[in-house]
């Protein structure tokens, strides 16, 4: 015959059994993933013959894979950047029409307010219209964000960039209230446009930092892609990416999505200790703090 005692763990303990089965079994989903920028996420031709490089995506997605993490990448576009005249650089990507998730949002030459803009030929077009209106089945869990590069290039003030991120962001959040935002700062490029980059930079690393920017289920952490690099080993043309700068990208972005993997929803910092009979469940989520490659 059963305790009263007994009775009353096994009475407390089954529900909290199904709630870590639950929690187990919706971590266990493939996360959604997806990357909102400009060429350096779209990909395309480079300058030194006509070859393309399929960027930081392509490094990244094997990364995750490799690592045992299952993402499946969102958005409404599905290839590089000229994609019937540039062959892919040879033995680069040999994976990129098989098993590479190719799927994306990326927008070559395409500023923040291009993207935002619903007549806009080859960006808002495609873009405003998915991120307004998210398919279910694309819903984002993570969206990385590294957009700014043509905006700094062209002169658009920092309030009317910080503004056009505001709005992108809101439609993911009205999307999934959960979900992580990672922004990326820009590596750089000539020297022309470096200040307006630094400019920048210092615009993005304020907007992650600004708590507003933030709710209680959506964190926003920055990734940080300047510090560490080469721009002139990186870079195959003083702007894109070549193989070298798409890994070292791909590693940035790898520690800041592996560290937002964790089981519960996104911001919140909290220590919970769940006694299931003998053991106990711990979920924890990490402060958010900047990524870098190290």
């Excluded at 490089?53 to 392509?58: F, L, N, Q």
């Excluded at 990244?60 to 599905?78: C, E, M, S, T």
């Excluded at 991120?165 to 750089?188: D, E, H, K, Q, W």
Aim: charged share 10%.
């Amino acid at each position: 015959m059963t305790s009263p005692r007994t009775r009353t763990l096994a009475k407390i303990t089954l529900p909290l059994l199904l709630l870590v089965l639950a929690a187990i079994t919706t971590a266990a989903s493939a996360i959604n993933i997806v990357f909102i920028g400009d060429s350096i996420t779209h990909g395309g031709k480079g300058n030194s013959g006509n070859v393309a490089y399929a960027s930081y995506r392509y490094p990244l997605y094997f990364q995750l894979k490799g690592a045992g993490h299952d993402v499946n990448f969102v958005g409404p576009q599905n290839n590089y950047n000229y994609p019937e005249t540039y062959d892919l650089k040879s033995g680069v990507y040999p994976n990129y029409y098989t098993t590479f998730d190719r799927d994306h949002a990326g927008f070559w030459g395409k500023t923040s307010g291009q993207l935002l803009n619903s007549a806009n030929n080859g960006g808002g077009k495609i873009f405003y219209p998915w991120v307004t209106n998210i398919p279910a089945a694309d819903t984002p869990d993570i969206a990385l964000i590294n957009i700014g590069t043509n905006d700094a290039s062209g002169g658009v003030a920092i309030a009317t960039f910080t503004a056009n991120l505001s709005s992108i962001i809101g439609y993911l959040r009205a999307a999934n209230p959960n979900v992580t935002i990672i922004l990326s700062n820009l590596m750089g490029t000539n020297a022309a446009w470096d200040t307006s980059t630094v400019t920048y930079n210092t615009a993005i690393a304020n907007f992650v930092a600004d708590p507003t920017n933030r709710t209680l289920t959506s964190s926003i952490v920055l990734a940080d892609i300047r510090t560490g690099s080469n721009r002139t080993t990186m870079l195959y043309d003083n702007l894109h990416p070549n193989e070298l700068g798409e890994a070292f990208m791909a590693g940035v972005y790898f520690n800041a999505i592996t560290r937002s993997l964790i089981p519960e929803p996104a911001t919140l910092v909290l220590i919970v200790g769940v006694t299931v009979l003998a053991g106990t469940f711990i979920l924890r989520r990490r402060h958010d703090r900047p990524c870098s490659s190290g």
